[in-house]
């Protein structure tokens, strides 16, 4: 059992930076696979980034390629979440989630474990 508690939303102006943090508690965390998903009103939740369990390999939306950095550090069992040259398309709560695979897919289905969310507002 995972469980995934997400920290570092806010309001932000157009151009400006935030920084997300996902705490996970359990066992097996570096075994597990990370993501960061998107949800914003009236829209499909989306995939924004994805990281394998060991670090070493990184995904991203087409989106926010080159504006968003995904890392996690293993040993404090937290996942990151770096955004910079925010839009305000980028507005919407930002939930990470972790699954059993080594690599992470872009599909919600093969993600056992979310978080709450946290609410990320960019201003124009």
């Known amino acids: 059992q995972v469980q995934l508690v997400e920290s570092g939303g806010g309001l932000v102006q157009a151009g400006g930076s935030l920084g997300l943090s996902c705490a996970a508690s359990g066992r097996a965390f570096s075994n597990y696979a990370m993501a960061w998903f998107r949800q914003a009103p009236g829209k499909e939740r989306e995939f924004v980034a994805g990281?394998?369990?060991?670090?070493?390999?990184?995904y991203y939306a087409d989106s926010v390629k080159g504006r968003f950095a995904i890392s996690r550090d293993n040993a404090k069992k937290t996942v990151y979440l770096q955004m910079n040259s925010l839009k305000p398309e980028d507005t919407a709560v930002y939930y990470c989630?972790?699954?059993?695979?080594?690599?992470?897919?872009?599909?919600?289905?093969?993600?056992?474990?979310w978080g709450q969310g946290t609410q990320v507002t960019v201003s124009s």
């Open positions: 990281i394998s369990w060991s670090g070493g390999a990184t």
């Open positions: 989630a972790a699954t059993g695979m080594l690599l992470p897919t872009s599909s919600t289905r093969e993600y056992f474990y």
